[in-house]
Every structure is written in C-alpha cells, then in structure tokens.
T-cell receptor, first 116, second 110 residues
Framework: DAGVIQSPRHEVTEMGQEVTLRCKPI?????LFWYRQTMMRGLELLIY????????DSGMPEDRFSAKMPNASFSTLKIQPSEPRDSAVYFC??????????????FGPGTRLTVL | DQQVKQNSPSLSVQEGRISILNCDYT??????FLWYKKYPAEGPTFLIS?????DKNEDGRFTVFLNKSAKHLSLHIVPSQPGDSAVYFC?????????FGAGTRLTVKP
C-alpha cells in the first residue's frame, strides 16, 4: 500500500478563496482523521470519521470549515472562504480502530496551506 | 483545553547521550499512550506505545515510561543519534478519543 495520500502538497491562495484538500486513506482502515498543525497549538484534531460517517467535528474551528467522506477511499476538507489565519499544515491520517492497540494512526505527508 | 501537554518545545543533546522527552496529561481516563516522530515535510510516524496497565515499554533504543499517579510519561532515547533529530509528539487515547501534545523538537548534535 502507498500509505495515506494527500493532495495538493502545497497550496497558496488568496483570502476569500475556496480551498479543497484531499485525502486517500490506507485501504481497509475504518477511521479517518483530519488534523491541523500550527506553531502555537501543535497538532489539533479537526474531525474524524468512522466508516465514512463523521463522528466528532468539535475541533472544526468554525462554519467556514467542512469535511466530507463520500466513500471509504476519499475524503475532502474544504475551507470557504479562506482567511490568512487558516495558514497551517493540514494532515490526514487513517487507522484500523480509533484508539488502543489497534489505533496507531498512519499520517499522510500533509498539505501546507498559505492564505495571503 | 489541552489534555496532553509537552512543556518543552525544544531539547538539544549530544550524540551518544540520553534524550528524555516528557509529557503530562490531565485526563485520568486515558488508557493508551503513544509517541510519534515527525521529520520536516513528512507526516508523523508511530514510534512506540504503552498501555495504562504497564509502566514501561522498551523497543531497541527507545523506552517509554508511564507514571499514572503523576499523569506523566516520558520517552528515553539511548544512545541518541543525529538521525533522531525530529519533532516528537506525545498522544493519549480513551476509547475513540485521541489527543496530541504540541510536540518537542529534539536536536542531536554530532
């Protein structure tokens, strides 16, 4: 397996534009997570899915952020409209089980988002 | 509300010496703890874990210690190597809920 795949790797956009980040989890994993990494707050969980269903989106900063998982092999994180404070590295991760011994998460390489 | 805290943003050690990375947590219901390692421009990768029923887990040069009464865990790397230079994240889980610390940047000097 190629691991978790994220695209694009880098995104530079202007304030107010819509941004869509994409993720392909490892085949067979039933949990998918979206994280944001910033210098100030470290690694923050935004939302996670179990079997394509959103389970906990309490980490989503505000209504400008939305995430979908239409099938087991694809998820998107959308920001509309984007703002400069959204600039960060966004990681997608997947796992077999959400916690405990089966819960080691496999991370993608991340998308570095810069909003000007 | 940061339930998992890594109070040292950075640590520098000499090659061959011991590196000790610390992590504190507030939720006594956490029952599984993990350390992840992250190189620049890559995602974090799993390094080592420990269940709350244990107080020590060792894997080669890496040992994780858990002190449940103090709600504290630590990662020991002995001997440290330049290739260990990375950001280390501590994580703790309770069922489906996993929380990460902010990370500690370790630099191992040759």
């Amino acid at each position: 397996d190629a691991g978790v795949i994220q695209s694009p790797r880098h995104e530079v956009t202007e304030m107010g534009q819509e941004v869509t980040l994409r993720c392909k989890p490892i085949s067979g994993h039933d949990y998918l997570f979206w994280y944001r990494q910033t210098m100030m707050r470290g690694l923050e969980l935004l939302i996670y899915f179990n079997n394509n269903v959103p389970i906990d989106d309490s980490g989503m900063p505000e209504d400008r952020f939305s995430a979908k998982m239409p099938n087991a092999s694809f998820s998107t994180l959308k920001i509309q409209p984007s703002e400069p404070r959204d600039s960060a590295v966004y990681f997608c991760a997947s796992s077999l089980g959400a916690g405990g011994p089966r819960g080691e998460q496999f991370f993608g390489p991340g998308t570095r988002l810069t909003v000007l | 509300d940061q339930q998992v805290k890594q109070n040292s943003p950075s640590l520098s050690v000499q090659e061959g010496r011991i590196s000790i990375l610390n992590c504190d947590y507030t939720n006594s219901m956490f029952d599984y703890f993990l350390w992840y390692k992250k190189y620049p421009a890559e995602g974090p990768t799993f390094l080592i874990s420990i269940s709350s029923i244990k107080d020590k887990n060792e894997d080669g040069r890496f040992t994780v210690f858990l002190n449940k009464s103090a709600k504290h865990l630590s990662l020991h790397i002995v001997p440290s190597q330049p290739g260990d230079s990375a950001v280390y994240f501590c994580a703790a889980s309770e069922g489906n809920d996993m929380r990460f610390g902010a990370g500690t940047r370790l630099t191992v000097k040759p």
